[in-house]
């Protein structure tokens, strides 16, 4: 069974921290991306990766920060969280849409970040 | 990105077939009509897509007009569990797809 793995479920943190959000896929993807979802707001793409060491910004990509150093792997970094990053953050992976088959993206669990 | 429309909530009876409308008139050839759904505290898992042809899988189906300016995704008996967000999204190639808000489907027993 396909999976998309994210490090924790609820997380809080406090204003001016470091925050790493990890999502691990085992699909063997290309494609990796982070999204936010906020209530009224639906979701909203913070970047994005075709490939290791590869990265692009989404929509809201201020405040935040990827990395992935491995296929498997793409981080979230928030540089010096503030409250207004209080939110659920979504991590998802899909192989390379280069056909109609290849559509699917598939989701991990999600992360609710509280930052006070 | 091209846009969707879709109502903001529907309601269905359990067990009842429900049709879910989406408007996307500015469609271009070689965008494919995606399906996402989302349950209650979980993230977004894929329904079905298509692109000129109607297309049935397991979860449900989806009619395309014949113009591709809308679609409607189709359960055919709906159950307590298909409560959930339903997202109409166009995406082609490789570029990331993009969430709207969707409709948000109640299911009454």
């Known amino acids: 069974d396909v999976k998309v793995t994210q490090s924790s479920r609820y997380l809080v943190k406090r204003t001016g921290e470091k925050v790493f959000l990890e999502c691990v896929q085992d699909?063997?993807?290309?494609?990796m991306f982070w999204y936010r979802q906020d209530p009224g707001l639906g979701l909203r793409l913070i970047y994005f990766?075709?490939?290791?060491?590869?990265?692009e910004k989404g929509d809201i990509p201020e405040g935040y920060s990827v990395s992935r150093e491995k296929k498997e792997r793409f981080s979230l970094i928030l540089e010096s969280a503030s409250t207004n990053q209080t939110s659920m953050y979504l991590c998802a992976s899909s192989p390379p849409r280069r056909g109609p088959s290849s559509y699917e993206q598939y989701f991990g669990p999600g992360t609710r970040l509280t930052v006070t | 990105d091209a846009k969707t429309t879709q109502p903001n909530s529907m309601e269905s009876n359990e067990e009842e077939p429900v049709h879910l409308p989406c408007n996307h008139s500015t469609i271009s050839g070689t965008d494919y009509i995606h399906w996402y759904r989302q349950l209650p505290s979980q993230g977004p898992e894929y329904v079905i897509h298509?692109?000129?042809s109607n297309v049935n899988n397991r979860m449900a189906s989806l009619a395309i007009a014949e113009d591709r300016k809308s679609s409607t995704l189709i359960l055919h008996r709906a159950t307590l569990r298909d409560a959930a967000v339903y997202y109409c999204i166009l995406g082609s190639g490789n570029t990331p797809l993009v969430f709207g808000k969707g409709t948000r489907l109640s299911v009454i027993a």
């Open positions: 699909m063997d993807h290309e494609n």
């Open positions: 298509g692109l000129t």
């Open positions: 990766s075709y490939d290791v060491k590869m990265k």
